[in-house]
């Protein structure tokens, strides 16, 4: 059976981004990392719609040197103990890389589908950054930007804006019952 999704991008839309320099970037370290409020529900409430969660998040820091492999896998095991997600996919590249998983490539999404038998047309990406709603696009996932105010450096056009995931999962809930009544219709 085809699945359907909802990926999320990780720092924005799961946890709070923290202040370096004056600009929105992922935290550091476990003691840094704080799942937003709401979240936790929102993720369950899609879970229990039936949806597939998937995390799919660019991690450079972890190239760089400014966070270790550790501290990740601490962040992610926070993740996975307090949220139902099915996979968590991290790309350790630098834009120089030129790889096919750091978004707005979408090699994470498709590495996904492949794996977990997910119909990406039938999916969503809820991100706070151009390169998260470009990865939905190019793979055809419906997209949500998740608008913190901070400028982008890319282009944007997501199919909706939204202040939060929670937000988001409602709206990805009242699409999905009535594509459901849809679907009942057409079949009688």
Known sequence: MVAKAVFLDRDGVINANVDRGGKPVAPTSVKDFRILPGVEEA??????????????????????????????????????RHMPVDAIKACFHVDADNCECRKPKPGMLTEAA???NISLRDSYMIGDRWRDVEAGRAVGCKTFFVDWGYPQDGPLHPDWTVRSLTEAAQMILDADKVAASHAAQASR
Request: charged share 25%; aromatic share 2%; proline share 2%.
């Open 43 to 80: 993720v369950k409430v899609l879970k229990n719609a039936g949806f597939l969660i998937v995390v799919a998040t660019n991690q450079p820091d972890v190239k760089t040197g400014r966070t270790s492999l550790s501290e990740l896998e601490a962040m992610h095991a926070e993740i996975r």
């Open 114 to 116: 492949a794996e977990l």
